[in-house]
DNA sequence: TCAATGTTTAGGCAAATGTCTAAATAAAAC
DNA sequence: GTTTTATTTAGACATTTGCCTAAACATTGA
């Protein structure tokens, strides 16, 4: 939950995940749409996979990123609370 | 969104809005179920506010704290669009 | 094998964050 | 009117965060 709420709390995490919306993408693509350096987006890319926002796998020398929706839900179970 | 998500990243923050799910509570009452001081807890409701998450209305010399829970549906309605 | 490409790791730095104590403000009680 | 009670403001300090550059690692291609 931590880790969730860490990861959200960041505006260019959260345009990563919207990035991801139209589907997976390599590490490079997702940095290029930023003006920061490969590696900060590398680091931002690291702790939205520490929230299991997303997923990863190597394909070849590339790094696939994945929206992960699943952890979604745990959000909104926390938010359900408030909603009674 | 910006002042949402940095309210809501913080487990002291978050305990605040579970324990304001009961009903309304003093600063001072809310202070209590913690292990912060006053000015900590003063400031932490103060983020809390600054989102909209919460209200306060001055009540003699009490501050009266009360859930904002018209705010959640932004959050919502931004998950939401990870749900399709 | 060597060079190029894609990504991460390491280390440094400024700004933001969460905590505290001390002081200020405001209302209540004596 | 002075003291007590409730809360916030101010200022300090350590930690975390987000960014960078330089270097390392890993894969592909000549």
């Known amino acids: 939950m931590n880790a969730l709420f860490k990861a959200l709390n960041d505006p260019t995490r959260r ?23 490969a590696p900060t987006i590398s680091h931002h890319l690291d702790l939205l996979r520490q929230a299991d926002l997303v997923t990863s796998q190597k394909q070849g020398q590339f790094v696939v990123y994945t929206l992960n929706m699943t952890v979604f839900d745990e959000l909104l179970g926390w938010l359900y609370q408030f909603k009674s």
């Open 15 to 37: 345009a990563i995940l919207e990035r991801l919306r139209n589907g997976p993408a390599t590490a490079g693509a997702i940095a290029e749409q930023f003006q920061f350096s």
